[in-house]
Nanobody, 124 residues
Framework: QVRLAETGGGLVQPGNSMTLSCEVSGGDFSSYHMAWFRQFPGKEREFVSVIARDGGFKYTIYPVTGRFTISRDNTKNTVYLQMASLKPEDTAMYIC?????????????????WGQGTQVTVGS
């Protein structure tokens, strides 16, 4: 059984940085494209960033491009989301997902496995 476990969320002040981690167990991590999504209260889940299985392709949406960086360590079965210059509007549940398909995707229906999420709250 494939499991995804996010860590690293919490309360952070505006302008500060935070790094989220997502460790995958029970599957072949290096065969998955990995992504981060986020969900605001009362809203649909939205795509944030994706990294290809070999790390050779990355894509991050506007308006977090330049502030958020996705990376992965296939030796640790872990994908990361480094978030800088955080804003109150970044407050959300951040959720990682794994896709065993052929092409990195931005659509959540492409993803096979999901974590439970970690809450990020940006405020003083």
């Amino acid at each position: 059984q494939v499991r995804l476990a996010e860590t690293g969320g919490g309360l952070v002040q505006p302008g500060n940085s935070m790094t989220l981690s997502c460790e995958v167990s029970g599957g072949d991590f290096s065969s998955y494209h990995m992504a981060w999504f986020r969900q605001f209260p009362g809203k649909e889940r939205e795509f944030v960033s994706v990294i290809a299985r070999d790390g050779g392709f990355k894509y991050t949406i506007y308006p977090v491009t330049g502030r958020f960086t996705i990376s992965r360590d296939n030796t640790k079965n872990t994908v990361y989301l480094q978030m800088a210059s955080l804003k109150p509007e970044d407050t959300a549940m951040y959720i990682c997902a794994a896709d065993s398909g052929s092409t990195p995707a931005t659509i959540d229906s492409n993803y096979d496995y999901w974590g439970q999420g970690t809450q990020v709250t940006v405020g003083s």
